[in-house]
């Protein structure tokens, strides 16, 4: 139940604004409907007596709804139903705020708030009226063309009074999370409110419909001057987006390309950063520009270059978070591995502590056991444990989990076995524990209400019988192939793992040098792997088996053989390719990701019978990609593995 409504003076200074369209107007959104008096998301939120909301409209919703680059001039939300007020003060939003950004970012997150936004109305006492409620701002906002704009809004007091939501219309089933609303009835200065504590579901694929007033700029002509490129950081850590940016050329006809580079020399374009604004993510230091076109006479201009940084790993280790914590017995009460033994009792908030004194030596490539005992709660206790075996300052939910272990009683012991994965980064990283109450699917990094953290060291040596590395394919023809791979010292032999993956077949062959020849035993036009083990008879030890490296055979008609082979298969998203009997065509060579988005596409003259190009892909994850090769007459397709 609510509590009663607290009596509070009339507030003197409301404001009701027209609908007056400045400039064409363009709606953003579909009408799905509309919220509640009580539900979320609104911008006209009273029925708590504070907010702070964000909304995310794409770039690409508002070109497909026509918008066009130029200053937007208002903005409008429009009120499905009467807005039935009974509280003394009118229904008044005190100090409603309305701020507006460009942004990178293509998906709202539920762990913190886009900062940078700049006020365009407001702060002004107001009350929603039925209809279009349009917010003609102080000064325009310029808009290039293409990126993504967040509006934010916020305002209300304690001591004011609170009334029901506004209905507002709104767009359901959006395909990135588009919304996100805190709400309070105790904030003060809600609009700096900067923790993550978001109304559930309210960061989601919900979103108010909103209508922009746009002044049109003129077409380009001549060369647009590209100017200085931004960044929003100049040190970030791996995984973290952050924005790079030029000043928008407020002229119809403009294009924008982002590149980056490694080392400050060669550049390469960016698939899809084709805004103003670009949200990017590094995993190494890399400097970043802009091209700037216009269209319309070809005349291109470049930013100057932005360099941004990589933060030291100890940096970027997220810190957990608990509500509640340890006071109902929810606690770690001993960790063991190795040489770590620790025995501890109940912490006080934040219910985090880092034991950077303790470390233990881990042996890549080998099993191991930690054991994690909870504290004197009676049931329902769940643990679970991390290490960050890259080294990068970030623990991967996916590859540096390693395991967790629920449904404990009081001081239950939850033992969690694992293996350091043989590509492992040697040296000193972190270990993470959790305790979490009544909890399935534990995360390193969110906030839970019962439960506790503790961090520890550990050092990553060499296997004693490690993998072998440089694994690739050539020679290959329509029934050949030599694989080769780089040796390790104190091996013994390597074991040989062939597959056919049309046949599912599986072959294992010792082998005492490192290559091997495949001769006159091999089918036309079909996809192998092969993969090896290190054998160390002197420690006793058999390594585990390296990642698949794939290859395809070339095909025949008449005496030519016809094909495409990619090389190394897996890699680190630089590749190889080779294509044979397909002399005089002209190809368009596409890389597609997972969900279908390209991330390369360059064109492809072949004017011999044998053609290689080297492929290096840039801020790629991980996982499965379609290469493909098409024109009029062929439509070529070959997977890849990305693996880092």
Avoid at 46 to 56: C, E, H, I, M, P
Avoid at 520 to 539: G, H, M
């Amino acid at each position: 139940m609510r509590k009663q409504l607290l009596n509070c003076s009339l507030i003197a200074g409301l404001f009701l604004w027209s609908a007056t369209a400045i400039g064409q107007s363009y709606t953003i959104g579909a009408n799905n409907g509309y919220n509640t008096a009580t539900s979320y998301p609104t911008p006209f939120g009273d029925f708590y007596k504070t907010q702070r909301a964000q909304y995310l409209y794409l770039g690409s919703e508002m070109a497909g709804a026509g918008m066009v680059s130029g200053d937007i001039t208002a903005l409008s939300f429009t009120v499905a139903l009467p807005y039935d007020i009974d509280v003394p003060d009118g229904g008044v939003m005190e100090g409603y705020t309305v701020k507006i950004m460009t942004t990178g970012t293509t998906s709202l997150t539920a762990t913190g708030w886009e900062a940078g936004a700049s006020v365009v109305w407001g702060p002004t006492d107001y009350i929603p009226a039925e209809g279009v409620n349009t917010f003609i701002f102080d000064s325009p906002f310029t808009w290039d063309g293409s990126s993504n704009i967040i509006v934010e809004i916020c305002g209300g007091v304690p001591e004011g009074t609170y009334e029901d939501n506004a209905s507002v219309v709104w767009t359901t089933g959006l395909p990135f999370n588009g919304s996100r609303t805190y709400r309070s009835d105790t904030q003060i200065d809600v609009c700096s409110y900067a923790d993550a504590s978001f109304v559930t579901g309210t960061q989601g694929t919900t979103r108010p419909q909103i209508i922009f007033d746009v002044l049109a700029g003129a077409d380009c002509a001549g060369t647009p001057e590209a100017g200085d490129a931004f960044a929003s950081a100049e040190s970030v850590c791996p995984a973290t987006i952050f924005n790079v940016s030029v000043n928008p050329v407020l002229e119809g006809g403009i294009t924008y390309q982002w590149e980056n580079s490694t080392d400050g020399a060669i550049w390469n374009p960016i698939a899809g950063a084709t805004s103003a604004i670009y949200g990017a993510s590094q995993d190494v230091p890399t400097w970043y520009r802009c091209v700037v076109t216009c269209t319309a006479t070809g005349d291109a201009s470049t930013s100057t270059d932005v360099y941004v940084g990589i933060n030291a790993a100890d940096d970027c280790y997220c810190t957990p978070n608990y509500t509640t914590g340890t006071g109902d017995g929810d606690f770690i009460s001993n960790v063991a591995l190795g040489a770590i033994n620790n025995a501890t009792g109940a912490s006080d908030t934040p219910f985090y502590t880092y034991y950077d004194g303790l470390s233990t030596d881990l042996e890549a490539d080998a099993t191991y056991t930690i054991s994690i005992t909870n504290g004197e709660y009676e049931f329902n206790n769940g643990v679970a444990a991390w290490i960050d075996f890259n080294h990068d300052g970030y623990f991967d939910e996916a590859t540096e989990k390693l395991g967790e272990v629920t449904g404990l009683g009081t001081y239950g012991v939850g033992a969690i076995t694992f293996t350091v994965p043989a590509g492992a980064a040697l040296g000193t990283t972190r270990l993470r524990t959790r305790e979490v109450y009544n909890t399935i699917g534990m995360l390193a990094c969110t906030e839970y209400v019962y439960g506790e953290t503790e961090d520890y060291n550990v050092n990553i040596t060499p296997s004693a019988c490690p993998l072998v590395s440089d694994l690739y394919v050539d020679g290959i023809t329509t029934d050949d192939a030599m694989l080769h791979w780089t040796g390790i010292a104190g091996a013994d032999q390597y074991r040989l793992i062939l597959w056919n993956t049309a046949t599912g077949l599986i072959n294992k062959k010792g082998v005492n040098s490192t290559s091997y020849a495949l001769v006159d035993n091999l089918t036309p036009l079909t996809t192998y792997a092969f993969r090896i083990k290190t054998v160390c008879y002197d420690e006793g030890l058999i390594s585990s088996p390296t990642e698949w490296i794939y290859w395809t055979t070339l095909g025949r008609i008449g005496e030519e053989e016809v094909g495409v082979s990619l090389f190394p298969n897996p890699n680190n998203g630089t590749f190889t390719v080779n294509v044979s009997g397909y002399e005089n065509n002209a190809f368009t060579l596409n890389v597609v990701n997972a969900i279908g988005q390209v991330v390369y596409t360059q064109p492809v003259d072949i004017n011999s019978n044998e053609f290689t190009e080297t492929i290096s892909l840039e801020n790629v994850t991980p996982g499965m990609y379609q290469v493909n090769l098409s024109n009029a007459s062929h439509n070529i397709n070959y997977s890849i593995i990305i693996t880092e």
